[in-house]
């Protein structure tokens, strides 16, 4: 069985591209590409990877096809498209015959209106997807999960992952419960997926212990059970805080010693069949 990282991004950085990179990140304030990532899945027995749209644009998205039409161990896309714009089903015809395009993400995480994800118009979007076969990667804030609650009420045959746990105050150690209660929410829908990946940097990136993960990690287990859960590295942004095999090495020691049956599943098996790869 493949071993795959659901999650990682490349770039050729440019500050007007990449102005969401802080000046306190200058580790990731350079270029990120295929051959800096290959001996990486090597060294870590991952025998490929599903790169995630890091600008919003088609530029974006079409660039990140053409990376993984040339390179093998890329083997899926989630691009960006205007999911509110009113030629979205005539876009996404242009992409059909682009197999490694598997779905699509919108930065809601950026978005100061956090009702903007159930807008009409936007939710109609997402049905769209859904009736096209892709995927969908829901990036949010632990503050926007009422409002992520509320959409995947309206989108029921979309497959959606979470991205990042969505992304709790690790740090901070706030709002625990309030996070905990809504992912057990979430991962009541069956077509509700989670990545764990993007942990280390929603704890002290410099200062963390693979124990700050655990109470997390029990929650997303218990929302999604192994069926549903998919490792992802958030490389290069976990370089902020750690190599890529101590970002794995979280989630593989986790694994190993609460659910060992499911390792195959969690590092490959539900990546695959989510994304259809």
Sequence with gaps: ??????????????????????????????????????????????????????????????????????????????????????????????YRLKKCLKGFRHVLQGEPDPNFMLDPTFVRGLNTLAGLGYRYDLLI??????????LVKQVPTLQIVVDHIAKPKIKEGLEFNQWKDLMLA???????????????TEADPNDWNKRDFIPYLDTVFQAFGEDRIMFGSDWPVCLLGGTYSDIKQIVAEYVESTCPQAFDKIFGMNAIKFYQL
Aim: hydrophobic share 40%; net charge negative.
């Design 1 to 94: 069985m493949l071993k795959i990282d659901s999650h990682q991004h490349f770039w050729h950085f440019t500050e007007k591209d990449y102005g969401w990179i802080g000046d306190d990140e200058k580790a990731i304030k350079q270029d990120f590409l295929p051959n800096h990532l290959s001996s990486l899945l090597a060294e870590n027995n991952i025998d490929g990877c599903v790169a995630v749209q890091a600008r919003q644009s088609l530029e974006e998205t079409n660039w990140l096809i053409e990376l993984a039409e040339s390179h093998n161990f890329i083997k899926g896309v989630v691009g960006w498209i205007d999911l509110k714009s009113a030629d979205l089903a005539q876009q996404l015809d242009g």
């Design 141 to 150: 804030f632990s503050h926007q999960l009422p409002q992520a609650l509320e």
């Design 186 to 200: 979430l991962g009541k829908y069956q077509n509700i997926s989670c990545k764990v990946s993007g942990m280390v």
